[in-house]
């Protein structure tokens, strides 16, 4: 198993930046592909990023893309997210998740996660 805590949410202007921080517990973090998904007030869940296991393959939503960058580092068990360029409807609470089975490509489907954090809030105001 491995516990999740997202850090980083707050509120900046449009245009502005924030970067979202996932710490995870446990010696088997390095096994795990992780993921970024994000949810609006009334709006379901939508995936944002993700990363493999090896750090090497990224994937990204359309509307994120050229935005915000995912990375991970092994040796802080954390993932990040690096949101640049924030608009209003970036606006959402925010959870990192993992995935121990869709190592090698990350999924874009949250039903594929079996492990997340409790969310942190972001705020984008124009």
């Known amino acids: 198993q491995v516990q999740l805590v997202e850090s980083g949410g707050g509120s900046v202007q449009t245009g502005g930046s924030l970067r979202l921080s996932c710490a995870a517990s446990?010696?088997?973090?390095?096994?795990?592909?992780m993921g970024w998904f994000r949810q609006a007030p009334g709006k379901e869940r939508e995936f944002v990023a993700a990363i493999s296991r090896s750090g090497v393959t990224m994937r990204y939503a359309e509307s994120v893309k050229g935005r915000f960058t995912i990375s991970r580092d092994r040796a802080k068990n954390t993932v990040y997210l690096q949101m640049n360029s924030l608009k209003p409807e970036d606006t959402a609470v925010y959870y990192c998740?993992?995935?121990?089975?869709?190592?090698?490509?990350?999924?874009?489907?949250?039903?594929?996660?079996?492990?997340w954090g409790q969310g942190t809030q972001v705020t984008v105001s124009s």
């Open positions: 446990g010696r088997t973090f390095s096994s795990y592909a």
């Open positions: 998740a993992a995935d121990q089975i869709r190592t090698l490509t990350p999924s874009t489907d949250s039903s594929d996660y079996e492990y």
